[in-house]
């Protein structure tokens, strides 16, 4: 049978709090500032803004499914990027048969014990890093990705595997039906007749010898997916606490605890709100594409498939949403403050009455 050399490329990000100091992170956990890969084509103005810390890393215990052999041992790198984030990569150079791979495929779609393996590897540098951290708060979230890359292949061997290629991207061993093989293809792009991107929601796949700065962009990617959940989670979970508290104040409107309550409140949903906005903002500047239509169009696909834009535009309603809030829970606390006070003012006048009675 026909074995095809593959390299498979796992990326899992993790969120671990609000802002990382790079430089003590530097001295934490030695590595070297990571600006983009970049070929002769790619322009200056292409960077991260700043570079991320890269640190190449032992992979430990993060295997292929079945326990696979590679060709050789994998290699991990971290990278830590300034607004909270850090990114694994491990690389799984393979040699196998086009089914054996869509084996391989079907059994990366539970990405849990990837996953698990993952933050077990990076539990320990977090807390190396913990001094380097503001905000640490690690979350439970995490957000892999796959992509299966392959050295240059012939424009007419792409579009002979054209439905091995779209169950490859869906971690789907078994055959699609023909219009699922061009919905999964529909997504791609290719620079010479000799290289191909195509991507989807679950995995990748990348024809191309020197692509060290397409897989960098797929990484951010999905960097940014994962802030982008992490924030809108967030904003839900504050959302609502703010939302039970309003109705509790309106309730109880004559407890004096609820003016502690709203000002505690008001001050959670406005540092939320900067905190969001910030982390948000960050995150969505952290890779500058201008100037490189060929990166530029692969961050595109990217961001369709994971949905990116849809995630900005549900933090942007909440993080308006937030500022209403915000706003009326001052109303709510400010009413609450007057009436109390007129009720004050009308038993001291109530009282200046039955005194002045009780001397007569």
């Not at 200056?44 to 992979?59: G, Q, T």
């Not at 079907?106 to 503001?134: C, F, H, M, Q, Y």
């Amino acid at each position: 049978m026909e074995l095809l050399d593959v390299t498979i490329h796992l990326a899992v990000a993790f969120d671990i709090g609000y802002e990382i100091d790079l430089e003590a992170a530097r001295a934490l956990l030695p590595g070297e500032s990571g600006p983009l890969a970049r070929r002769r084509r790619t322009p200056e103005s292409i960077r991260y803004r700043p570079a991320p810390l890269r640190v190449a890393i032992d992979p430990g215990g993060i295997v292929l499914p079945g326990g696979r052999t590679t060709l050789h041992p994998p290699r991990a790198e971290l990278s830590v990027f300034d607004f909270g984030a850090l990114s694994l990569t491990v690389q799984f150079p393979i040699r196998m048969s086009p089914e054996e791979i869509l084996t391989l495929a079907g059994e990366l779609a539970d990405p849990a014990p990837l996953n698990e393996a993952a933050r077990r590897v990076v539990t320990p540098l977090i807390d190396r890093l913990r001094p380097a951290i503001t905000g640490l708060e690690v979350s439970e979230l995490c957000e892999e990705y796959i992509v299966f890359q392959i050295d240059n292949a012939p424009i007419d061997w792409v579009a002979d595997h054209a439905d091995w290629i779209a169950r490859l991207v869906r971690l789907e061993p078994d055959p699609l039906s023909t219009g699922e093989v061009a919905e999964a293809n529909r997504l791609s792009i290719s620079y010479t007749p000799t290289d191909l991107v195509t991507l989807d929601w679950a995995a990748g796949f990348v024809a191309d010898r020197d692509c060290a700065d397409t897989l960098q962009v797929i990484e951010f990617a999905n960097v940014q997916l994962l802030e982008f959940r992490h924030i809108d989670d967030r904003l839900d979970d504050r959302l609502e606490a703010a939302y039970k508290l309003i109705g509790t104040g309106q309730r109880e409107r004559w407890a004096p605890p609820s003016w502690r309550m709203h000002g505690a409140a008001m001050r959670n949903v406005r540092e939320l709100e900067i905190e969001a906005t910030s982390l948000f903002e960050r995150a969505d500047n952290a890779l500058k594409l201008i100037g490189d239509q060929y990166l530029s169009r692969v961050f595109d696909l990217a961001s369709t498939r994971f949905h990116l834009r849809g995630w900005q535009e549900s933090i942007r309603r909440k993080l308006d949403t937030v500022g209403d809030v915000y706003d009326l829970l001052v109303q709510q606390s400010g009413v609450i403050r007057m009436e109390t006070l007129e009720i004050i003012v009308i038993l001291l006048i109530a009282m200046e009455i039955v005194l002045a009675v009780y001397r007569h």
